[in-house]
């Protein structure tokens, strides 16, 4: 996905990107590849690749979600930093929190925010099963088992909130018992379900509520 396409399939997304948009995801693209010579941070590193599987496919999260409407966000297990630092850069008016486990993935998006002089957005090295915050949004993107992955975020989410799980294909891991068994507990309001331009590879959306 060049750059052009790239801003044709957001304007589908509803998302009209600024100039300075643009210039700080180039950017970001640049210290990624800097940073992963150094630490590990992805296998996806041809440019065009980056621009479809890690920038545009953090923004699908838009299909599910008023982004403009919303205050904070908690993006459990950023790794590299998709969706979060994405989401920072096109919805400026939101308050992120990134989690990681691994402190060298949080000392990388600590300079990531500083470099790109992004505010209100801070990394945090801690397991989403330790923290203790509630966010109007919490998302995760290939980070674990759905039933596993809910143990360490659900908590996060605050009472009017939601969380929204980012996979690729759901078909094995969300049988029919498996979604009974997290209606129990929580209540599935919706699984959007697409295909990625240009590869068509599957991706999920499961939003979730207490």
Known sequence: M????????????GIDLTEEQETKLEKFYNLLIEWNAKINLTRITIKEDVYLKHFYDSLTITKVVDLTKIETLCDVGTGAG???????????NLKITLVDSLLKRVNYLNSIIKELELKDIIAIHSRGEDL??????????????IEKLLTYTMHLVNGNGIFIAMKGNIEEELSNSVIKKINKKYHIEK?????????????????IRH
């Open 132 to 145: 203790k915050r509630e966010f109007d949004v919490v998302t995760a993107r290939a980070v674990a088992n």
């Open 2 to 13: 060049n750059k052009e396409e790239f801003t044709k399939e957001l304007i589908k997304l």
């Open 82 to 92: 998709f969706p979060g630092i994405v989401l920072k850069i096109v919805y400026p």
């Open 191 to 207: 699984i959007e379900k697409f295909l990625l331009p240009k590869e068509n590879s599957n991706r999920s959306l499961i939003v």
